[in-house]
């Protein structure tokens, strides 16, 4: 597992003040949208090989939530940004 | 039955007794000592920064965006709640944590590398500068940390963490012979 993460707030922290919260990926179905549609959102998991996109809490840091993209089987680290930016950047 | 609580410290049991001789690595553990959080309304971070950054006696210790420790010398603290009543107004969510947390002060030679065995960032002067401050994991045990001069560095910790920290440090500091007393 990637050992080090650049916090955007906080610098390079070891994975040990992190906790992770799983894919970041996922979006929200709409209310009124069917059963299955959010069966699928909130328990159903891929096991993804290589880039993926989770959200990681950086619990005894800054307390933020960073969106981190890593590769699962490199380690390699791509990006860390604070969740609202990462929001924001996903609205426009 | 009437109980006063307010009179015993976190550390009182470890540090208790007549102090010991200090040496040059020593760790001294503040004696109700002014802190308060102080997390700014959003939008508001930079204006309550310049407010808070303004007045001398008071030194923050970065925690997060718009989060601060502040930590008062001169204070009470509630002398110092009113002191940041006064400086952030409706701007800031301000909370006293004097009873809340428990400051140590680690100061001499070797301070740095005592630390070293417990803490994740990189404690090189060029790294971390001087009135820098963070929070960071000392062992498994959130504080936070703040270089307050050339070898003196100050944790804050929660007080239930407290007298882990402090067994942690001792033992961090053993080969330093590090020493600890009460500050007064």
């Known amino acids: 597992m990637a050992s080090l993460i650049t916090c955007p707030h906080c610098g390079v922290r070891p994975k040990e003040e992190f906790a992770i919260r799983g894919d970041a990926s996922l979006i929200r179905p709409a209310p ?20 993926t996109l989770e959200h990681w809490h950086h619990v005894a840091g ?3 939530f960073l969106v981190v993209e890593r590769d699962t089987v490199t380690h390699e680290v791509y990006s860390a940004v604070d969740g609202v930016v990462a929001a924001r950047e996903a609205q426009r | 039955m009437v109980r006063d609580y307010n009179n015993r410290h976190a550390l009182d049991q470890k540090l208790r007794g007549t102090p010991k001789p200090v040496n040059a ?11 308060a959080t102080v997390l700014a309304q959003v939008g508001l971070e930079a204006a309550v920064q310049r407010a808070l950054s303004s007045t001398p006696e008071l030194s923050l210790r970065y925690c997060g965006p718009g989060e601060w420790l502040v930590v008062s ?3 009470t603290p509630i002398g110092l709640m009113r002191r940041l009543d006064m400086l952030c107004g409706t701007q800031a969510h301000v909370v006293d944590q004097s009873d809340g947390r428990v400051l140590m002060r680690l100061s001499g030679p070797c301070a740095r590398r005592v630390l070293a065995k417990g803490v994740g960032v990189d404690l090189h002067p060029g790294a971390f500068a001087l009135g820098g401050s963070t929070n960071v994991l000392c062992g498994h045990i959130a504080i936070n940390l703040a ?16 007298e882990s920290l402090f067994d942690d440090l001792m033992t961090m500091g053993r080969a330093f012979d590090l020493s600890a007393a009460f500050s007064d």
């Open chain 2, 73 to 75: 010398e001169v204070d």
């Open chain 2, 25 to 35: 690595d020593h760790l001294e553990v503040g004696h109700w000592q002014a802190i």
């Open chain 2, 147 to 162: 270089r307050t001069g050339e070898d003196i560095f100050e944790l804050i910790v929660s007080r239930s963490f407290a």
């Open chain 1, 62 to 64: 800054c307390r933020r």
């Open chain 1, 32 to 51: 009124t949208a069917s059963d299955e549609a959010w069966h699928d959102y909130v328990y159903v998991r891929a096991n993804p090989r290589g880039r």
